[in-house]
């Protein structure tokens, strides 16, 4: 295939309350500049929207600040159960697994769900997935989470959600936030891909199921992909990634798209943000919250969205 096309990436690591102290922020910014560098390199190789995606998704989810493979959050009872999906723009396929335990990177579930006749996995089946692929037992649970954890049980779980990143200082301050991670891509041949993965919201009862490996949470066409990440049932509630896709495919430019679907989810006092690209390489994000930990590159250089602190704001860059 011949490669005619700018890529561009924008990733995020989750969103919800300011990040207290510089510390912190400098070691988002570094990670998450680190992983833009790294899959934008493989975006020039050649390699497709989806396998940088994929890429992408993996190396986020090693890194133990995010809430998403190695890192997750506990939920009520104590276990990790983790969630993720990927749509292809191109193929226009969505798939997905739900909470799985035991695994390193569930984004390779759902990466193999593609070529499913089955597309979508909860609990059992995504573990015996897991077997039949033959994936190691992986153990997710960092001390940090499990601190967290126990201090919430001693609050008797008065927080909607677990932190945005875990960092040990942030237990000290219960500065409640999200943490989630997700993927978007153009790559060289102009297709679009996007991914999400997480821990859920923390502290949540058995069985709930995050947006995250829903289209509400997770969607692609040919015309744009969008991650979410936020409180999943607020995600839900405004079928938030499919709404501006649909706007963007029936005319409305992707900045144009953000700021009303970002409007409607003020007016509706939704708690989230949003990250997203369309075929023409604008890159946009979106918050109702305060901070979206999001980062991209466009083709020039790399840029973050990590001070942009404050209520419903929406940028692009096209
Ligand atoms: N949206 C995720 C959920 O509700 C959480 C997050 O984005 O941090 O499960």
Redesign the pocket.
Known sequence: MKSQVQPKLIIHG???SSLHGKGGLEAVRQTLHAIVEEVYALLLSGANASVAVVRGCQLLEDEPRF?AGTGSVLQSDGQIRM?ASIMDGALGRFSGVINVSRVKNPIELAQFLQNSPDRVLSDYGAAELAREMQIPSYNALTDLRLQEWIQERQDNFKRT??G?IAEPELLETSNAG???IGVVALDTYGKLAVG?S?????F?RIG?V???AMPA?NYATNYAAVS??????D?IDECLAPKIVIRVTDGLSLQESMQRSFAEAHDNKRD?GAIALDATGAIAWGKTCDVILAAFHDGDKIGDTLELAGGTQVGSIS
């Not at 997480?198 to 923390?202: F, I, L, M």
């Not at 979410?228 to 049932?233: A, L, P, Q, R, S």
């Open positions: 989750g969103a919800g809430n969630s959600m677990a945005v999200r943490g989630t999400t997480t821990g859920g919201k923390g949540e709930r995050s947006d995250s949470g979410c990440t936020g409180i999943g049932e995600i989230f």
